[in-house]
């Protein structure tokens, strides 16, 4: 098995963290390689790794597993590393809630031992794809979590014209629009009021940030469908995102969302799922009374 182990953020409290799992592999006999940021960072734990450090380093060493160390922002920004190149991701959580990444640092050996048995399930998750008429993101116009259209100068509120497959839904007065995959209704669609969706739900959520027009509240529609968008406010620019990557836009740019191609996949050891996850996450069910 070759193993690319993915980090942005190493800080030294988490240090033991990363020694322990280049320790577990290494052991194991895995053949694996670290990311350029855990290289730069760790030099003393990593002087006789070989380093990855672009997508086509990626294509060469065509790892069989990604394993991420941090938070959910962390595999945000593995995702866009990856890109088309067919790599479950397996995250360990060194951040706080950690959805995606969510094996904790206790947990790092168990992990390691049930990857290498094979005792996993790869499950996929859609994206979302962006399309501009000036390819404003480049290559990296997709995101697993999430894309916004939020204010930017001003405090006065934006008016965001919506349209389903070109038909006009309605027109948010708001401080932005999120439209969210069901991977991202735990993330900031959640904090607007946006409902949880089980990641195999084929569906896009619509959450308004904010909103003036009291009566709109959050949609959720088929990932079969595509969304557009017209903006208008007393700012020249808005601020788009795409996961953890932003563009400053005027509102005359053409904008459209729909279902992305490709997806991404994320590796469940055995005895862990979703329902777990977010039970554990959002503490359902805990009262001092039971």
Not at 14 to 37: C, H, I, M, T, W
Not at 57 to 64: C, I, S, V
Not at 91 to 99: A, W
């Amino acid at each position: 098995m070759r193993v690319i182990i993915y980090s942005t953020n190493c800080k030294q409290k988490n240090k033991p963290y990363y020694e322990q799992l280049f320790k577990e592999l290494s052991n194991a006999g895995v053949d694996y390689r670290v990311y350029l940021e855990i290289a730069t960072q760790l030099p003393d734990l990593t002087s006789d790794i070989d380093v990855v450090q672009s997508h086509s380093d990626l294509e060469t060493y065509k790892p069989d597993v990604m394993i991420t160390l941090g938070g959910d922002g962390t595999i945000l920004s593995a995702t866009a590393l990856i890109k088309h190149l067919s790599i479950p991701i397996l995250g360990i959580n060194l951040g706080r809630l950690g959805f995606l990444a969510n094996i904790q640092q206790e947990r790092i050996a168990t992990a390691v031992q049930l990857l290498l048995a094979k005792r996993y399930t790869v499950h996929e998750r859609f994206m979302i794809e962006l399309n501009t008429d000036n390819k404003l993101f480049g290559s990296e116009n997709f995101a697993l979590n999430d894309f916004t259209l939020v204010k930017r100068d001003n405090s006065s509120m934006i008016i965001i014209h919506t349209y389903i497959d070109g038909e006009f839904l309605v027109s948010y007065w708001a401080d932005g629009l999120i439209v969210s995959t069901p991977t991202g209704s735990t993330a900031y669609s959640l904090s607007c009021g946006g409902p949880i969706m089980f990641p195999s739900s084929e569906n896009f959520i619509l959450t308004p940030v904010a909103p003036h027009n009291l009566n709109v509240r959050p949609v959720v529609i088929s990932s079969e469908h595509k969304i557009s968008f017209e903006i208008e406010g007393r700012s020249d620019t808005y601020l788009c995102t795409l996961d953890n990557r932003h563009e400053i836009i005027k509102g005359e740019q053409k904008l459209e969302l729909r279902k992305n191609k490709i997806s991404s996949k994320f590796i469940t050891i055995d005895g862990d799922s979703y329902m777990r996850t977010i039970r554990n996450k959002l503490n359902w069910g805990l009262d001092k009374r039971n």
